[in-house]
């Protein structure tokens, strides 16, 4: 990774979004305290991350995308726990585990990209979703 304050601005939300969606196309899930996913995320794109004593590092911008993304309807969330003895070290007591929504199995990741994500309408016969 390279320096926290380094983040390209440039690097437009529907970018960000796509790679997320690519990646739960191919994992199937993701969530915040996937190392993986995480230092993927923060290796593709540079944003502030916090580096825990163990597990994966905070990335608010992911959490911000995530969000956004679930709010959109391209990502659906569920809530997961987790296990009873981890959250004396730091750990949360659930997260939120994304997979792909209802808008994204819509389109194709190949045309996302071009339609900007954002603001995507598909016409339904008069009106618009």
């Known amino acids: 990774m ?6 390209d ?16 196309k191919k994992k199937g899930t993701a ?8 230092y ?8 502030k991350v916090g580096i825990q004593p163990f597990g994966a590092p ?18 659906k969330r ?6 009873d003895g981890l959250s004396y070290m730091g750990f949360p007591k659930w997260v939120y585990s994304y997979r792909i929504g209802r ?3 819509m389109l194709e990741l190949d045309s996302m990209e ?3 994500l954002i603001g995507v309408r598909r016409y339904t016969g008069g009106s618009h979703v």
């Open 103 to 105: 808008r994204a199995e």
């Open 31 to 38: 969530d915040i305290l996937d190392s993986d996913f995480v």
């Open 58 to 75: 905070k990335c608010p911008q992911l959490s911000r995308d995530l969000g956004a993304m679930n709010k959109l309807r391209y990502l």
């Open 78 to 83: 569920i809530p997961i726990g987790i296990a």
């Open 114 to 116: 071009c339609m900007g």
């Open 9 to 24: 601005a440039a690097v437009k939300p529907h970018h960000r979004y796509k790679w997320i969606l690519e990646w739960i």
């Open 2 to 7: 390279r320096e926290a304050n380094d983040f």
């Open 40 to 47: 993927a995320y923060a290796e593709h794109f540079n944003p």
